[in-house]
């Protein structure tokens, strides 16, 4: 018998085998089978409790008495499939790794004899980990020891591997107002995201903008905006700051009951083209340029739920907009929730800087709260948006976000 260590790997000396997972308390274990991609070619590559059967890998449930275990029949897995990977979080809701030490074992399935054990070290905040992948390497089958951790359950990495929650297709993005006429010599206007291309000769005078659509600035002082509204993050002429945070929080509608929401940030580049998501599961993103506090599971008490803080003296150049979403991972509904917000604040001194409350509810899964662009001359401005939908997770959002650059 082996004793593993976080990247070490063995020669598979049996067809068969199975890993369990054991630990003070009732895991969920769960394997993926993945391609070369490193993603699963869709959701029925995913096994777990609901779904305890695929081609060559196979969900053994230990009744609450035994550990759970993920069996591979390597002379089963079909071709194109190059890795397993067994996966394991906590039963109970939000529970961490933290003083729970878990301890794979993997076993000749056929006579159960121990080929290796692993325990991954140093675990605490963790509520799910990677814990041993089986993987194919010139011809032959071999096991690995991970221990990689995620921030949230199943649904991290779930998400992190391909699966997708969302059954329903997201339905397309409400269509924008119309654009105002332009004269027929000018060319096209460019998407309302990126700031026009300078005039060869700027008229004499610009007309006034109609009442009411004038760009809000923070020289007054905290900003609290209404829908579709736009902040310029900028204070008496300079840019304002590098660093903020975007609090996001939210109560349940009916006392007692917990709501749990996602909080997450998208990135996109010139060319509204989707760069990277920071969520739950993958807490930083951009080189450290944008980070995720963390998943909150009830929405109870007071103050921000999640935290997103961006340092936009940091981002790459050609990440140009940030979509802030709220989503439902466990299927309830905005109609549920009372009191959502968001809010940007200062990261240097916490000051509040700007605040917008969401007042209408919709019967949907997803909302996306927030915008902040980057304009041309290099200042961001934020834009309220409290457009919903039908999506449970941050990658169902992709798309509309984007639409609605």
């Known amino acids: 018998m082996t004793a593993m260590t976080p990247g070490s790997n063995i020669p598979l000396t049996a067809a068969r085998v199975a890993v369990d997972v054991a630990a003070p308390v009732r895991l969920d274990v769960s394997g993926l089978l993945l391609g070369a991609n490193g993603k699963v070619r869709s959701d029925d590559d995913f ?12 969900y053994r449930s230990g009744g609450g008495t035994a550990p759970d275990a993920i069996l591979v029949d390597t002379s089963a897995v079909p071709a194109g499939i190059e890795k397993i990977v067994v996966t394991a979080s906590p039963d109970a809701a939000g529970q961490t790794f933290q003083g ?27 509520t799910a980990l990677v814990v041993i992948e089986i993987y194919l390497r010139n011809g032959a089958w071999k096991a690995r020891a991970v221990g990689q951790g995620y921030a949230n359950g199943l649904a991290g990495i779930a998400t992190d591997f391909g699966v997708s929650v969302d059954e329903e297709p997201t339905p397309a993005a409400a269509p ?55 902040v310029s993050l900028v204070k008496g002429g300079r840019p304002l700051l590098s660093q903020v945070k975007m609090g996001l929080g939210w109560e349940p509608a009916y006392r007692g009951k917990d709501i749990d929401l996602d909080a997450s940030v998208i990135a996109y580049g010139p060319q509204r083209n989707h ?33 997103i803080v961006v340092d936009l003296g940091r981002l790459p150049a050609d990440t140009t907009g940030l979509v802030f979403t709220v989503n439902s991972f466990s299927g309830q509904k905005f109609t549920e929730v009372a009191k959502a917000y968001c809010r940007l604040i200062d990261a240097a001194t916490g000051e509040e800087l700007v605040r917008f409350d969401l007042t209408t509810a919709e019967p949907q899964t997803g909302v996306m709260m927030a915008k902040l662009i980057r304009q041309f001359s290099g200042e961001w ?10 999506s449970r997770t941050v990658r169902g959002m992709v798309k509309p976000a984007a639409q609605a650059l």
């Open 176 to 230: 924008a107002p119309p654009a105002p006429p332009v004269a027929p010599s000018m060319p096209s206007a460019p998407p309302s995201w990126q700031a026009p291309p300078a005039p060869a000769a700027p008229p004499a005078a610009p007309p006034a903008p109609p009442v009411g659509s004038g760009k809000i600035n923070l020289d007054k002082g905290r900003v609290s905006l209404q829908k579709n509204q736009t």
């Open 275 to 307: 760069v990277d998501s920071c969520y739950f599961g993958k807490l930083s993103i951009l080189n450290g340029a944008v980070k995720h506090s963390g998943d909150n599971l009830t929405g109870e008490g007071a103050g921000d739920d999640e935290v």
């Open 100 to 126: 729970i030490e878990p301890t794979a074992t993997l076993r000749n399935a056929d006579d159960g004899s121990v080929l290796a054990t692993f325990t991954p070290p140093r675990l605490a905040t963790e």
């Open 381 to 390: 401005e934020m834009t309220a948006m409290g457009e919903f939908v039908k």
């Open 47 to 58: 096994i777990f409790y609901n779904q305890p059967a695929g081609p060559g890998v196979t």
